[in-house]
């Protein structure tokens, strides 16, 4: 099964900061990858697929880049709402569909 | 606006069993691919299992081949996961989440996911 790497596991950040996530695949995945966002207690949110697909309705200060193992989540101008856990996710070689094993932001 | 709810998690002793369900509304259900994430306490999401749009098709993560089954009723709009011979590794919110393609073959993305409910398997 392909393994996605993401770093860092923790970051903390300030308001109208700029953060970037990583997530490295131990295989090619060709651009076969999501990036969600969790709170606690709340559904996962889709917000990029196919690498740099941004999800309808997504703000526009997160983005997404890569292809191959390594792809970015970009969030520039952080906003208190941003504050959460992020996973990368991958279907491109199936089975399984793997997850990364989360980013969790914090509030500086 | 699509939503997902599902309901049937509790508290069960390992090696027993739970069905789980999901109720959906806000689209065509029948036109989409299905799928169950879980996760763990203080872990990360786990995905377990996908079921085709017409469900003919289902496919497993091998921690619960075997012993967890997909199923889905179309004139019903529900989804639902057999659970049986539970393990301690089980205990984990269960999440419902659609796929994001319209008839899509396999797995992808999952663009709605429910709130979860909570799998505790403890004796």
């Known amino acids: 099964a392909i393994q996605l790497t993401q770093s860092p596991s923790s970051l903390s950040a300030s308001v109208g900061d700029t953060v970037t996530i990583t997530c490295r695949a131990s295989?090619?995945?060709?651009?076969?990858l999501a990036w969600y966002q969790h709170k606690p207690g709340n559904a996962p949110n889709l917000l990029i697929c196919?690498?740099?697909s941004s999800e309808s309705g997504v703000p526009s200060r997160f983005s997404g880049s890569g292809s191959g193992t390594d792809f970015t989540l970009t969030i520039s101008s952080l906003q208190p709402e941003d504050f959460a856990t992020y996973y990368c996710?991958?279907?491109?070689?199936?089975?399984?569909?793997?997850f990364g094993q989360g980013t969790r932001l914090e509030i500086k | 606006q699509v939503y997902l709810v599902e309901s049937g998690g509790g508290v069960v002793q390992p090696g027993g069993s739970l069905r789980l369900s999901c109720a959906a509304s806000g689209f065509s259900f029948s036109n989409y691919g299905m799928n169950w994430v879980r996760q763990a306490p203080g872990k990360g999401l786990e995905w377990v299992t996908f079921i085709h749009y017409d469900g003919t098709n289902k496919y497993y993560a091998d921690s619960v081949k075997g012993r967890f089954t997909i199923t889905r009723d179309n004139s019903m709009n529900t989804l639902y996961l057999q659970m049986n011979s539970l393990r301690s590794e089980d205990t984990a919110v269960y999440y419902c989440?659609?796929?994001?393609?319209?008839?899509?073959?396999?797995?992808?993305?999952?663009?709605?996911w429910g709130q979860g409910t909570l799998v505790t398997v403890s004796s």
């Open positions: 295989r090619a995945i060709s651009t076969a």
């Open positions: 989440a659609k796929g994001k393609r319209f008839l899509e073959w396999l797995p992808s993305y999952f663009d709605s």
């Open positions: 996710q991958q279907f491109n070689t199936y089975p399984p569909i793997t």
């Open positions: 196919d690498a740099s």
